[in-house]
């Protein structure tokens, strides 16, 4: 069974600061991550993808992979109240139709 | 440029009843998914499908029934509704082709509920 590991949150941070979200997976064949921001009644809509190790920076986001802790993460500079949504990691193994979703971590940021 | 849409967005029925959920991408895109969404579940596939007369099971499938005969559509039905079906279901979408195109890309939703 793969698995994709979240934190529930709520993360809070104040405006202005870095937000952290952590993932984990399950499992050591997994080749694409991705990054979807969902706020409440609405649908996911993708922030970032990876495949390679290291980091991708995409404006105030910069996801992060590192394979052989099997930890996916996503940071985001100068947070905005805007921001504050669920944040759900995904994980593909098979470059095709095999997603599977974090729980999601909820993200406040504070005003 | 739709992109994807669902319909219909809210759904209320009766335990035992069909229902059918649509979707439709504007994009061509090969792959296309159905997912279900519940607090403290997250989401879940229920059916995908590769291309045009091609499907096969998620993680949760009973109950539910795909068919896709033309590549922009694939409706999901529920053969005799009962209550754990209430739900929100997502459509997905995405494109067969090199690593980076595998992207999905979300519907709006249908919130449905089975009373």
Same mark, same amino acid.
């Not at chain 2, 879940?44 to 499908?49: A, D, E, N, Q, T």
């Not at chain 2, 039905?77 to 739900?87: D, G, K």
């Given at each position: 069974q793969k698995e994709v590991e979240q934190n529930s949150g709520p993360l809070s941070v104040p405006e202005g600061a870095i937000a952290s979200l952590n993932c984990t997976y399950s499992d050591r064949g997994s080749q694409s991550f991705f990054w979807?921001?969902?706020?409440s009644g609405k649908s996911p809509e993708l922030i970032m993808s990876i495949y390679s190790n290291g980091d991708k920076e995409d404006g105030r986001f910069t996801a992060q992979l590192n394979k052989a802790s099997q930890y996916v993460s996503l940071l985001i500079r100068d947070s905005q109240p805007s921001d504050s949504a669920t944040y759900l990691c995904a994980v593909n193994w098979d470059y095709g139709q095999n997603f599977v979703f974090g729980p999601g971590t909820r993200l406040s940021v504070l005003p | 440029d739709a992109g994807i849409t669902q319909s219909p967005r809210y759904k209320i029925t009766e335990t035992g009843r069909q229902v059918t959920l649509m979707c439709h991408q504007t994009w061509s895109h090969s792959y296309m998914f159905w997912y279900r969404q519940d607090l403290g579940h997250g989401l879940?596939?229920?059916?995908? @499908?590769a291309a045009a007369d091609i499907t096969d099971k998620g993680e949760v499938p009973d109950g539910y029934v795909v068919s896709r005969s033309k590549t $922009?559509?694939?409706p999901l039905?529920?053969? @005799?509704?009962?209550? @754990?079906?209430? @739900?929100v279901y997502f459509c997905a979408s995405s $494109?067969?082709?090199v690593k980076s195109s595998y992207e999905q890309y979300f519907g709006p939703g249908t919130r449905l509920t089975v009373t």
């Open positions: 979807y921001r969902q706020y | 879940r596939l229920i059916y995908y @499908s $922009e559509n694939f039905t529920l053969e @005799s509704a009962t209550r @754990s079906q209430t @739900s $494109e067969l082709g």
